[in-house]
């Protein structure tokens, strides 16, 4: 039994995950002892500037703090941190860089979107079994990039990170509240666009299921399924028609930032956002759709994810 604490850097948020590795009996099994969450919003205006701003890197610095004293509490053998799209694409992502390693100790690392892409496979796919004829799809709906991996029970067969997130088309189309119709279709060119070149690594057409992780996504799923609360336990694994992720897609993407607020599932940090990824995944699955001849009518959310997917690699 190994403790590992594994932290995920992304362009809105910044996660924590501390848990122990059984690798007996052949197996590798995660238990959580730690999962937090905190929205620190590190890309802001990156896709504008291409810079980190000061104050983004200020509460992005602030939470691994508190992240460090909790690996230090529950003792964690190995650490390891991981950043995404919005540190790839900052000019300034050597402060971060030495920012973060003088807070853990560790050096962070600053992964391809294929090496993410990657873990988000492994991570999804360690608690959703795949059977052997299989080729799920997993997509990674992050607020700078998406990942499209697609695997079957061997691992990962291609996998394609593209420029569109919940944070980037906000800050890049959706500006009024709620947007208008020329922001969305604007939006919606972008997204058409990043599936395209998802394409062309990926065989999307081979898909035979689709796997949808990350906050919009399950966000997306407790709208539709009309939780009380964010309960993750309910959004793990729940597998929906394409029409019924569309039609709760379409009401976030339409809603005020005010409505959305008042929702009880709905995170603070996601509420000016999720329109956007709303946006990203409805159009996603309509060419899912389109690509798959039909054949794939439902897409399954999972609480696992990039996170796991760390955890699992350095243990």
Known sequence: MTTVAAIDCGTNSIRLLIADVDRSNGTTKLTDLVREMRVVRLGQGVDATGELAPEALERTFAATAEYAELIRQ????KVRFVATSASRD???RQVFVD??????GVEPEVISGDEEAALSFAGASSVLPIASDDRVLVV?????STEFVLGDAGGVIAARSVDIGCVRLTERHLKSDPPTAEQIAAAEADVDAAITEAGLDVP??????VVGVAGSITTITAHALKLPEYLPAAIHGAELSIGTIRAAATDLLEMTRAQRAELPYMHPGRVDVIGAGALVWRRILTRMGELSGGRIITA???????LDGIALSVS
Not at 300 to 306: Q, W
């Open 74 to 77: 529950y003792r964690a053998e």
């Open 90 to 92: 900052a000019r300034n």
């Open 99 to 104: 920012g973060i390693r003088s807070l853990l």
């Open 140 to 144: 990674d709906l992050g607020g700078g």
């Open 204 to 209: 999307l057409e081979r898909s035979t299921a």
């Open 300 to 306: 399954t959310a999972s609480e696992h994810d990039i």
